[in-house]
C-alpha cells in the first residue's frame, strides 16, 4: 500500500519559516519524481516545486529564492524549506510522487502565514 505521509505545517508569522517533510512508503522512492503543490481556498492546485529522480530542481516563479525543495532517498523523504513566508503562502501543501502516468498523493498540510 502506497502513502504519503506530510508534515510540518502550522501557523508562523509573516517572514518566518516551515519545513515541510512528506514520507513516503510503498514504493520504490528514488525512481520516483517528487512534487510539493498547494491549494487556497477558492483556486487551484499548483505547483510550487518539483524535484526529479536525478535531483534536478524546479520551481513556481512566486517561491523562487525563498523555498527549497530536496529529497533523501536513504529516508524516502522529500522536504520544503520555506522561507521570508508570506500571508500569499497560506494553503493547504500536497506531495505528490509520480512516474509516468502514476502518481500518488499525500493527504496535505496546513500552512497559515498570518500575523
Known amino acids: 500500500q502506497v502513502q504519503l505521509v506530510e508534515s510540518g505545517g502550522g501557523l508562523v508569522q509573516p517572514g518566518g519559516s516551515l519545513r515541510l517533510s512528506c514520507a513516503a512508503s510503498?514504493?520504490?522512492?528514488?525512481?520516483?519524481?517528487m512534487g510539493w503543490y498547494r491549494q487556497a481556498p477558492g483556486k487551484q492546485r499548483e505547483l510550487v516545486a518539483g524535484i526529479t529522480s536525478g535531483s534536478s530542481t524546479n520551481y513556481d516563479d512566486s517561491v523562487k529564492g525563498r523555498f527549497t525543495i530536496s529529497r533523501d532517498n536513504a529516508k524516502n523523504t522529500v522536504y520544503l524549506q520555506m522561507n521570508s513566508l508570506k500571508p500569499e503562502d497560506t494553503a493547504v501543501y500536497y506531495c505528490k510522487a509520480n512516474i509516468g502516468r502514476i502518481e500518488y498523493w499525500g493527504q496535505g498540510t496546513q500552512v497559515t502565514v498570518s500575523p
Open positions: 510503498g514504493i520504490i522512492f528514488r525512481v520516483y519524481a
